[in-house]
């Protein structure tokens, strides 16, 4: 069974459309939730980290989201370079061995002018 | 800045022979991890380790074996390569402390098994 769940698989937006990510986690006593970003053929470039519900980070066109059961990832008035595959991950629950993370299997975005 | 490096961005081998896939950070962390990713499957744990000499089997270690000798440096081994390990290989790494889940990864290498 998968820990995150990620959705849509992928997602085609025009410059300028904002829209949303979704990561849902099934994971009990939430240690973190984590956004990365992977372009082809590159390895994932961390983006930012969410601790607690209600809790905000942005960066540039990205805002990401916490709720007690899911996480978002707003982008708004994305650019083609915002276009690469997002990823979120969670750590193991309490009591597993510590230090790995399950990841998303990604949302694939693409940005066209 | 956190640098991961790996030693081959692509490399071809033949069923059979033995590869090895090296991994080294600059930032002294302490944790390193080796996934692999395939499409519709996403990044998988094969390996990590919490320590120099210690290591711990994710979900997929079938196959596959590791080492870490220096800290800085995480080596994972194809005993004998077969076409199903055909993949993007990453090697990631990460601190202990407030930071200990942020992964920071390397390149990839992407391994062909004809």
């Known amino acids: 069974e998968d820990q995150v769940t990620q959705s849509p698989e992928a997602l085609r937006l025009q410059e300028g459309e904002s829209s949303s990510l979704n990561c849902s986690y099934t994971?009990?006593?939430?240690?973190?939730l984590f956004w990365y970003r992977q372009d082809p053929g590159k390895g994932p470039e961390f983006l930012f980290t969410?601790?607690?519900a209600g809790e905000e980070k942005e960066k540039e066109r990205l805002k990401a989201t916490l709720t007690k059961k899911e996480s978002f990832l707003h982008i708004t008035a994305p650019k083609p370079e915002d276009s690469a595959t997002y990823l979120c991950?969670?750590?193991?629950?309490?009591?597993?061995?510590?230090?790995?993370?399950?990841f998303g299997r990604g949302t694939q975005l693409t940005v066209w002018p | 800045d956190v640098k991961v490096t790996q030693s081959s961005r692509y490399l071809v081998k033949r069923t059979g022979e033995k590869v090895f896939l090296e991994c080294v950070q600059d930032?002294?962390?302490?944790?390193m991890f080796w996934y692999r990713q395939d499409p519709g499957l996403g990044l998988r744990l094969i390996y990590f380790?919490?320590?120099?000499?210690?290591?711990e089997k994710g979900d997929i270690p079938e196959g596959y074996s590791v080492s870490r000798e220096k800290k800085e440096r995480f080596s994972l081994i194809l005993e004998s390569a077969s076409t199903n390990q055909t993949s993007m290989y990453l090697c990631?790494?990460?601190?202990?402390?407030?930071?200990?889940?942020?992964?920071?990864f390397g390149p990839g290498t992407r391994l062909t098994v004809t």
């Open positions: 990631a790494s990460s601190t202990d402390g407030t930071r200990y889940y942020e992964q920071y």
């Open positions: 994971v009990s006593g939430l240690r973190g």
């Open positions: 969410l601790y607690s």
């Open positions: 991950a969670v750590p193991a629950d309490r009591g597993s061995t510590l230090g790995r993370l399950y």
């Open positions: 930032m002294d962390h302490e944790n």
């Open positions: 380790s919490y320590d120099v000499k210690m290591k």
